[in-house]
């Protein structure tokens, strides 16, 4: 299979040699330009219905625990940058105790826990994502997309939600004025 940008020499194309072509007419291409009303439709309902993060079965085996004693003070309705030293006392998706450190320096996130800490470049960070949790709303959970799938993502819970919008501009960065 030739790539756009070979000769055919280059892709071993002989004198008298067949060659295949596979692509669309601009007909075809044109009426596909655009998803139908139906799926368009669907996909909204689907997203308008999702069930809330802490509601999830996969999350409320740790948010059931409670809160832990040594996080950090929530505060809702507040946001804050981010202080000086790591944010700590939450917990990943299997109970264990989370450490987030954020290295500016070196455009890095440090994950510890109790076994390692992970070296995080933010660029790898695709996204993140982040709802308060129900009744607790001065915390939030939060998904940081490390990956293409949902698998890929690493939970961080009893994030103080004063820190979500300083969490999310310096890892993926704010919109500079200039």
């Known amino acids: 299979m030739a790539r756009?940008?070979?000769?055919?020499?280059?892709?071993?194309?002989?004198?008298?040699?067949?060659v295949m072509l596979v692509g669309s007419k601009m007909d075809?291409?044109?009426?596909?330009?655009?998803?139908?009303?139906?799926?368009?439709?669907?996909k909204s309902n689907s997203q308008t219905n999702k069930e809330p993060l802490c509601m999830q079965k996969n999350h409320r085996k740790v948010l059931d625990k409670g809160i832990p004693p040594d996080v950090m003070?929530?505060?809702?309705?507040?946001k804050e940058p981010l202080p000086p030293i790591p944010l700590s006392g939450m917990l990943n998706k299997h109970g264990g105790k989370v450490r987030l450190t954020f290295k500016p320096e070196q455009d890095q996130l440090w994950v510890g826990t109790k076994e390692r800490t992970e070296k995080l470049a933010m660029t790898s960070i695709k996204s993140i994502t982040s709802e308060p949790i129900?009744?607790?709303?001065?915390?939030?959970?939060?998904?940081?997309?490390?990956?293409?799938?949902?698998?890929?993502?690493?939970?961080?819970?009893?994030?103080?939600?004063q820190y979500v919008e300083a969490i999310k501009d310096a890892v993926l960065g704010v919109w500079q004025f200039f």
């Open 4 to 18: 756009d940008n070979m000769t055919l020499r280059k892709a071993g194309i002989a004198k008298g040699g067949k």
């Open 28 to 42: 075809d291409i044109l009426a596909v330009k655009s998803a139908p009303k139906e799926i368009v439709e669907e």
């Open 73 to 78: 003070p929530g505060i809702k309705g507040i």
């Open 134 to 161: 129900k009744d607790h709303e001065e915390y939030h959970i939060m998904g940081l997309q490390l990956g293409t799938t949902e698998a890929s993502r690493y939970w961080v819970y009893w994030v103080p939600a």
